[in-house]
């Protein structure tokens, strides 16, 4: 297996490495709903209002007063037109309702662009039927105008769509599940296993124990003044290293770690242990960071990181739980085989995970 | 040895696979001497159940002789004979404790996977998919056992093996659908489905002290049964008569005090609405087919209990929850807790108040199991419960 060394340059001078930051955890308190719960949300900006109003105002032109638009436009008032330029107000003011009316109207917005182009070819085909009392100038200064229009259109369109619903308000009070802001990786998991908070925290105590549990892991060896040296899988049969130290270590309460300030992937850890209501033992709360330090090395251990599904945590827990309650990890047929997916049936001899052979 | 392995929807082909081999110290083998065919392993076998894979060994209800013992095992002793719990149970978790051991925390090692689909994890199965373990079944010539102290009940020497083998799921798993309807005096209870499990639901109803047990299926060989062998005193045809309406009339209006739905998620509804379940089902738009639930839930009395014992995988569709919320009716449903029913049941059978081995039908060699699948899933030949004898 091919190792990927991380420069280990270990302080030795006794100066302070690790920049301590406290592990985030969401305020679990409850307040009451928010004041603004009973308001009418609407997101409408100043220029979709004015879309709306704008198609409202023309539709009613159109349709009451088709002559005198039709004068303004350039084109001739012949019945024809005067019956286009109706139907044409007939789908401004639908539009012009729908926006003003919907309370994110997206879809009507973008219905003007449609409306927009229909204009824009109507007034380009009069332009080239010739004479027929169209005038040319004003034709053209109507073509600038709705070409005007259209652009606000599309531009408010393209801003709506990609803007997200806004929330009805963020409350303080309420309870969160972790997300890093900065890009960091946060995962958490939780299992509740039948032993003492004392029981469990001797296992956590010592880190060594650490890849019996969680599955990403390869070793953990302590150096001694609470740090050890890590040694995680990575794809193509590549492995990353890393030292830490441990920051802070309450007996039976909570332990908590992380990678030393040079090294290239910034990992946070920290496990708590609180005693479970009733006879249910003792909660664990597992919650690791890893943030990239930045550095091609750094970027892709990162990855690493982000490609570990929450489910797998929940696994190294899970896993945790039996070699407390049990003293090993149990396997199926399917999970005690190398060779994965294996079906529920029995495997050879060889086929077993090597950690299994020989019991 | 030989074993009868999944290879795909409605197929099943008996192949040689590796012997089992003890992986965990608790750990036994034994060597199988009476396996059965369960009505759920259709649901298997017909498709319906998510993360199978070709190969995987079938069977979950199984008895035999202990060959083999891991290192920490201590009650259990090679040469044993055993009948075997289909959950699998360690016997030290939360749930294990409290007596629900097909809620064992600890022993489906693919739990992140039943997690995804169903919220939380249950207890690894035999021979029941991979979101349940991926464990190899019973309908083999051997099996390992994990938690060989736990699970495995030594078996006196007056009970066959045809009497004992319905303890590892079959009866256990009737008996808690008649004990979950909270049985008193004067109840009158309803069974939707005759299968095996049906049976043991209406026998153990009548044992429970129910006063009247109503039987509901299409077939006439296994109402037959209901009346003649299980003790129901009413059965009704759901093809030929509206089971809401029967019922009605039979408890002057109330409805069934308790309602055991031993159908699960192949159930046949007549007409339109049995046309729609079969259309979205077959399209992937809903798992199960909850016709006999639906029908459970609109008929139960007022402020009583729907038992649900039949399988279900997934979600369903026109689930009747005005009708439970304004009535007050309650569901209890569950894989059953076979470890906690077995000794009684055993008891029951010593004393002679029930001969479980009533319901089968067809008696097989292992090599045979395709066989005995084709007929049971197509009713064929009056089918009620085939068991395999391996090494015959």
């Avoid at chain 1, 708590?272 to 251990?301: N, S």
Wanted: aromatic content about 6%.
């Amino acid at each position: 297996m091919a190792t990927q060394q991380v420069p280990n340059r270990t302080r030795h001078d006794g100066s302070d490495g690790a920049q301590h930051r406290p592990m985030t955890r969401a305020p679990r308190n409850w307040k009451g709903a928010p004041d603004h719960y009973s308001e009418t949300p609407d997101w409408k900006d100043g220029t979709t209002k004015f879309l709306g109003w704008f198609s409202i105002g023309l539709g009613l032109a159109e349709i009451f007063a088709p002559r005198a638009v039709a004068k303004l436009v350039g084109v001739s008032d012949e019945d024809e037109h005067v019956g286009t330029l109706r139907q044409f107000g007939v789908r401004e003011i639908a539009a012009g309702l729908g926006i003003l009316t919907r309370p994110k109207p997206t879809y009507w917005v973008w219905s003007r662009v449609g409306g927009d182009a229909i204009d824009l070819t109507w007034l380009t085909r009069r332009l080239r039927d010739s004479g027929e009392g169209n005038d040319r100038t004003k034709l053209l200064a109507a073509i600038t105008a709705v070409a005007g229009i259209t652009a606000l259109d599309i531009m408010q369109g393209a801003k709506m769509t990609s803007e997200k619903l806004p929330s009805t308000g963020h409350d303080e009070g309420s309870f969160q599940v972790g997300k890093g802001d900065d890009g960091t990786v946060r995962l958490e998991a939780q299992v509740t296993v039948g032993a003492s908070p004392q029981e469990c925290y001797e296992f956590w105590k010592n880190l060594e124990n650490l890849p019996r549990v969680v599955g990403h892991l390869e070793s953990v060896r302590t150096l001694g003044e609470g740090r050890s040296h890590w040694k995680a899988k990575a794809p193509a049969g590549m492995s990353v290293e890393w030292d830490t130290e441990t920051i802070e270590d309450r007996p039976n309460e909570y332990i908590a770690w992380h990678a030393l300030e040079h090294e290239q992937v910034d990992n946070l850890g920290s496990v708590t242990f609180v005693p479970a209501p009733g006879d249910r033992g003792t909660e664990i709360h597992l919650e690791m960071e890893y943030h990239p330090r930045g550095g091609a090395l750094g970027a892709r251990i990162a990855n690493v990181f982000k490609k570990l599904p929450q489910m797998e945590l929940m696994m190294d827990l899970r896993r945790f739980k039996q070699l407390i309650e049990l003293g090993e990890v149990v396997q199926s047929d399917a999970t005690a085989s190398r060779k994965t997916p294996h079906p529920a049936q029995p495997n050879a001899s060889n086929e077993l995970k090597s950690e299994l052979r020989n019991r | 040895m030989r074993a009868n392995c999944w290879e795909g929807a409605k197929h099943v082909k008996v192949e040689t696979v590796p012997d089992p081999q003890i992986i965990n110290s608790t750990d036994c083998i034994i060597k199988i001497s009476t396996t059965c065919i369960c009505g759920s392993d259709l649901h298997l076998f017909n498709g319906f159940v998510p993360t199978m894979e070709h190969g995987d060994i079938m069977g979950h209800e199984m008895m035999g002789e202990v060959v083999e013992t891991g290192k920490n095992v201590k009650k259990v002793k090679v040469g044993d004979r055993v009948v075997v719990p289909f959950p699998i149970a360690c016997g030290k978790c939360y749930s294990c404790k409290k007596g629900m051991t097909s809620l064992c925390e600890n022993s489906n090692p693919n739990a992140h996977i039943a997690s995804a689909i169903m919220g939380h994890s249950p207890s690894g199965v035999f021979g029941y998919s991979h979101m349940l373990g991926g464990f190899a079944g019973g309908q083999a010539e051997y099996a390992r056992v994990p938690f060989a102290d736990v699970g495995p009940l030594k078996l006196p020497d007056d009970v066959t093996d045809e009497q004992a083998v319905m303890l590892a799921d079959i009866f256990p798993t009737g008996y808690m659908g008649a004990e979950m309807c909270d049985i008193a005096p004067g109840d009158t209870i309803a069974v939707w489905g005759c299968g095996p499990v049906g049976q043991f639901a209406i026998a153990s109803a009548k044992l429970l002290g129910a006063e009247r047990v109503i039987a509901i299926d299409r077939f006439p060989y296994r109402l037959r049964m209901a009346r003649e062998r299980a003790g129901a005193d009413i059965t009704i045809n759901y093809e030929e008569t509206s089971v809401m309406e029967a019922l009605r009339e039979l408890t002057g209006g109330r409805g069934p005090d308790g309602c055991v739905d031993a159908v699960g998620l192949e159930a046949h509804t007549p007409g339109l609405v049995g046309l729609y379940d079969k259309a979205k089902q077959s399209m992937r738009q809903e798992n199960d087919r909850p016709g006999a639930l639906r029908e459970a839930i609109m008929s139960v009395a007022n402020g009583r209990t729907v038992s649900v014992i039949g399988v279900y995988s997934g979600f369903i569709d026109k689930f009747p929850m005005g009708s439970l919320m304004n009535r007050s009716v309650t569901i209890k449903s569950g894989q059953c807790h076979v470890h906690r029913y077995m000794q009684p049941l055993l008891d029951r059978i010593q004393k002679g108040e029930i001969d479980p081995s009533f319901v089968i039908t067809h008696r097989m060699k292992l090599e045979d199991a395709p066989v005995g699948y084709d007929i049971f899933t197509h009713k064929e030949d009056e089918c009620m419960k085939v068991v395999l004898k391996p090494g015959h």
